[in-house]
Structures are given as C-alpha cells and as structure tokens.
C-alpha cells in the first residue's frame, strides 16, 4: 500500500497507535485526527489536527481539509469508542447519551462526511463482538455497536456509485488503555481470558492487520460486512 493516504480518527488510542505505526512502516501518507492530544511526532504525517466526531461540522471540516492536502484519500478509519459496562437499571440518562455519541454518533459522522466528500475509497468503523452474543451488563454499548453494523450495510448501497466501500470490525476484549479497568483487575481479565477460544485476550496488533486488510485496494470487493476478530469469542461456546 506504498503511497496510499489514509485518514485514521482516534490516533492516539490504542488500536490507533498500532494501526499508525503499521501503516508509516507500509509507507503510506498520514491524516491523523485525534480527540485529546497528539503522540505520533515522530511520524512523518502529512496532517495531525483536533477533531470532535460527535460534531457533524467539525468532522466535515477535517476530512474536508485532509482531502485538500492530497491528491486522493484511499481510506478513512473511524475509531472513537467508549466501554461503559453497567445493567440497565444503573444507566443514567447522561450515561446513555455519552454512550451513544461516543460511539454511534461519531461514525455517523463519519460515514456522512465520507459520503459528501469522498470517491473510490473504503471506511472502516468499529463494532463490538459483544454485538452478536449476549453478555451480561453490554446493554448501552450494543445498542450503539449494532447501530454501526447496520449502518456499513445501508452506506455500501447508498454510496455504491462513488465506489466506496463500508465495513466494520468487531473485536473481543483487546489489551488498550481503554479496557484498562479490565485487564488491570486479575480476576475480570482471567474471566475474560476463559471467554476467549484462543486463550488470550486481543492486542492492538491483531486489529490493526484486519483494519489494512480492509484499507487496501486490492481487496476492494468487500464492502457491507463486519469481520469478528474476536479470539473465537462470538462464535464457539468454552
């Protein structure tokens, strides 16, 4: 994928931070958009700006100006997401909310910005595994997960004549910051571990190869679908 230019939204995460480092060693051109704060100085990106997915404007404004950077954008990846697990019944209102805008919203966003500015290229969003099974106090989160997995379904049609293609990952617990209050908790991370087929919980590495799977050109025939790289966590029962 030498010379492609991506776009990658939630850098600084950790699946972003891999999917970064994997792509600069592929030697393609950078576009990173981060929520907080950048930490890719010492890669040479062709752009590194704030940008606030939960809000249409600035996420038209962003990829609007990555595109004026380069001759053509051939991928867009959106990886903002929250993990806030709680039965319904201790869920606030501005729980639910949070969630949603977090997660749902923001590829929204996304897909509505890559619709109105983008050609001949593939986005990719981010699900949860936890979607396709049911586990216990995941109520908010699937919500907002399964929304995404309909969404990438609708999008490849809507947006079939501009040849861009939507898809989504959906991954089993995988060791970031973000599942920090997991995988730091010994007996909540050996759970997890047992749910698990391969026995292991994920790294950021492993999503990081379905997600240049999906952002290379080659692969350009799939476009609607949501890959589980999940360990074997939505599809075989321990």
């Not at 997991?182 to 698990?196: E, V």
């Not at 360990?231 to 075989?236: E, K, N, Q, R």
Request: net charge positive.
């Amino acid at each position: 994928m030498k010379n492609k230019n991506f776009i990658i939204i939630g850098s600084s995460g950790g699946i972003g931070k891999q999917l970064v480092s994997d792509l600069n060693n592929d030697r393609c051109g950078l576009l990173l958009g981060y929520h907080n704060e950048s930490s890719h100085m010492d890669y040479p990106v062709l752009k590194s700006e704030q940008v606030d997915c939960r809000s249409f404007e600035s996420t038209m404004s962003f990829i609007s100006d990555c595109k004026d950077e380069v001759n053509h954008i051939d991928g867009l990846v959106a990886l903002p997401g929250s993990i806030l697990l709680r039965p319904p019944h201790l869920v606030s209102e501005k729980d639910f909310e949070k969630t949603i805008d977090t997660n749902l919203k923001t590829a929204f966003s996304v897909v509505r910005a890559a619709g109105k500015l983008l050609s001949d290229s593939s986005v990719v969003l981010m699900s949860t595994a936890a979607v396709s099974i049911g586990l216990a106090n995941h109520e908010m989160i699937v919500a907002a997960k399964a929304g995404i997995e309909s969404m990438v379904k609708s999008a490849s049609l809507t947006y079939a004549k501009k040849s861009l293609r939507f898809n989504a990952v959906a991954p089993g617990l995988v060791d970031t910051p973000l599942s920090s209050r997991i995988t730091r908790n010994p007996a909540a991370l050996d759970i997890s571990i047992k749910m698990h087929t391969t026995g292991r919980i994920g790294k950021p590495q492993d999503i990081s190869s379905m997600i240049r799977f999906l952002l290379n050109p080659k692969n350009n025939w799939i476009t609607g679908q949501t890959f589980h790289v999940d360990g074997g966590l939505s599809s075989a029962k321990n």
